[in-house]
């Protein structure tokens, strides 16, 4: 299918300062802990890259990614790992980087996967939040924006791996659309 980009929904400069009061609340909150961010491969990866700069705290990072969930003839029907972390997670915090929760089923399913480690604990960093379309709970420790239901693209963002390149998040409509 063809698309086109629509409106800037976020410019680089409101994820800027956005990101730059989310980095102060985590600075704050694990002052003396042993902070492990795990980047969620790939989209979360532009963010990722500007939260960890804006930290003023010590902190490790490794990277996970995901198979996309909707795989509804897999035997196991849950999203699994394709690259698991390569660090231990026992008694580590676990702050988990994400780009988007959209369902949330991929996020129920990743901090399941992580609990059986041991970590001490695990929150989610989201940059994005589409509440209206939430199927299942799922705390978002620290939020970078709650989005209205639409397809969103650039800041690491793609659709079928174009756009992760652009500095701002615009919404994506196919061509013919309104
Ligand atoms: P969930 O399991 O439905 O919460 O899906 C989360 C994943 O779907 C995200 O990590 C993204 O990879 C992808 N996704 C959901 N909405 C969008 C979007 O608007 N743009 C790009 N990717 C999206
Ligand atoms: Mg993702």
């Given at each position: 299918m063809a698309y086109r980009l629509g409106p800037t929904l976020l410019s680089a400069a409101d994820i800027r300062a956005r990101i730059r009061e989310l980095a102060q609340a985590i600075s704050r909150d694990y002052a003396g802990r042993d902070l492990l961010l795990l980047c969620v491969l790939k989209g979360a990866a532009i963010f990722w890259a500007d939260l960890c700069r804006a930290l003023h705290v010590p902190c490790q990072s490794d990277f996970v990614a995901m198979e996309s969930y909707g795989d509804a003839t897999s035997p196991l029907g849950k999203p699994r790992f394709t690259k698991a972390s390569d660090v231990s997670l026992a008694g580590r915090d676990v702050l988990i980087v994400e780009d988007i929760i959209d369902t949330g089923h991929t996020i129920v399913r990743l901090r399941g996967l992580l609990q059986e480690q041991g970590p001490r604990s695990v929150a989610l960093c989201a940059l994005l939040d589409k509440a209206e379309r939430r199927e299942v709970r799922t705390p978002i420790?620290?939020?970078?924006f709650v989005i209205p239901n639409a397809f969103v693209v650039g800041y690491g963002l793609d659709v079928a791996q174009q756009y992760r390149h652009l500095p701002h998040i615009a919404t994506l409509h196919p061509v013919g659309s309104a």
């Open positions: 420790e620290y939020c970078g």
